[in-house]
């Protein structure tokens, strides 16, 4: 199977091309290569496939086989995969997610692309459709006990759950203890992802993200849009706002027309082929 290995931000997957490569069981296949000691090494597999509502359709599955709705980080390197190796010429392509259809403009240069910006919708925090079992309209500041510690949290869902804790200080979080504690909580009934989030200023936040399904990793465009849609509500920060995230940077803005829109890269580390038998 020929692959493309790529990240944004240190977020890493592998990018299949599923027009062309017949894979059965893509979770079980997830799981496998995404071993970085056995397998090719990754946050995951994104498959590109073709798709009759939007130009392209991308299918998520996490390290541990399970699927995602949507992926920020992902999704941008999915623009660049259909560009650069000329699937498309447009610098505006629409992509199917689970998440629903997102609209991306491309930055090119020298015929390659370095730069994504995403539509990346609406952002949902009715507890019902997070989904987050607590009461109320919102979750917003709402203190709740986590492990044996009690936690204020921010409940956002950008087509996949978040679950955003504003701390002092994101390097002195115990995220391989604290981390599983939120994913596996009751309160989460489809697990979730959770941000810890420092305030810099009005316009810089610093997140570190333990991703359901992958553990901790060095960004999540998901996570880093809907930090900046906690930290609105709650005012503590302006609509623009960059987030500083263990693997990079992005930036992120929480339009008045209530659309949420993340700007960042897309690399391609190499590409390769691998032995399914």
Same mark, same amino acid.
Not at 68 to 74: D, E, K, S, V, Y
């Given at each position: 199977?020929?692959?493309?290995?790529?990240?944004?931000?240190?977020?890493?997957?592998?990018?299949?091309?599923?027009a062309?490569?017949?894979?059965?069981?893509r979770?079980e296949l997830?799981?496998r290569?995404?071993?970085?000691?056995?397998?090719?090494?990754?946050?995951?597999?994104?498959f590109?496939?073709?798709?009759?509502?939007?130009?392209?359709?991308?299918?998520?599955?996490?390290?541990?086989?399970?699927?995602?709705?949507?992926?920020?980080?992902?999704?941008?390197?999915?623009?660049?995969?259909?560009?650069?190796? +000329?699937?498309?010429?447009?610098?505006? #392509?629409?992509?199917?997610?689970?998440?629903?259809?997102?609209?991306? &403009?491309l930055? /090119? =240069?020298?015929?390659?692309?370095?730069?994504v910006?995403?539509?990346?919708?609406?952002?949902i925090?009715?507890?019902?459709?997070?989904?987050?079992?607590?009461?109320?309209?919102?979750?917003?500041?709402?203190p709740?006990?986590?492990?044996?510690?009690?936690?204020?949290i921010?409940?956002?869902?950008?087509?996949?759950?978040?679950?955003?804790?504003f701390?002092?200080?994101?390097?002195?979080?115990?995220?391989?203890?604290t981390?599983?504690?939120?994913?596996?909580?009751v309160?989460?009934?489809?697990?979730?992802?959770?941000?810890?989030?420092?305030?810099?200023?009005?316009?810089?936040?610093?997140?570190?993200v333990?991703?359901?399904?992958s553990?901790?990793?060095?960004?999540c +465009?998901?996570?880093?849009?809907?930090? #900046?849609?906690?930290?609105?509500?709650?005012?503590?920060?302006?609509? &623009?706002?960059? /987030? =500083?995230?263990?693997?990079?940077?992005?930036?992120?803005?929480?339009?008045?027309?209530?659309?949420v829109?993340?700007?960042g890269?897309?690399?391609?580390?190499?590409?390769?082929?691998?032995?399914?038998?």
């Open positions: 199977m020929f692959f493309t290995k790529m990240q944004g931000c240190g977020n890493d997957y592998i990018y299949v091309d599923g062309k490569e017949k894979t059965e069981n979770p997830s799981v290569l995404s071993d970085r000691h056995f397998g090719i090494g990754s946050d995951g597999i994104i590109i496939d073709p798709c009759d509502d939007a130009d392209f359709e991308m299918h998520m599955y996490n390290a541990d086989g399970s699927e995602a709705q949507m992926c920020g980080n992902g999704i941008r390197c999915v623009a660049k995969f259909v560009y650069d190796k +000329g699937l498309t010429k447009k610098d505006t #392509v629409s992509i199917k997610t689970g998440a629903g259809i997102k609209v991306l &403009k930055f /090119v =240069k020298d015929g390659k692309v370095f730069s910006r995403v539509d990346m919708g609406i952002p925090t009715d507890p019902k459709l997070i989904p987050v079992d607590l009461s109320g309209d919102s979750i917003v500041s709402r709740v006990m986590i492990g044996d510690k009690e936690y204020d921010t409940c956002v869902s950008m087509g996949n759950p978040h679950c955003v804790v701390t002092d200080d994101v390097r002195s979080i115990d995220i391989e203890k981390g599983p504690l939120f994913e596996n909580n309160i989460f009934p489809e697990r979730i992802n959770t941000e810890f989030v420092h305030i810099t200023d009005r316009n810089n936040i610093e997140m570190r333990w991703e359901r399904g553990g901790e990793t060095l960004a +465009g998901t996570g880093a849009c809907a930090s #900046v849609v906690a930290c609105v509500i709650n005012d503590l920060t302006d609509r &623009k706002a960059t /987030v =500083k995230l263990t693997g990079g940077t992005l930036d992120i803005e929480y339009a008045q027309d209530g659309h829109y993340m700007t890269p897309a690399v391609t580390v190499y590409e390769g082929e691998i032995c399914l038998k």
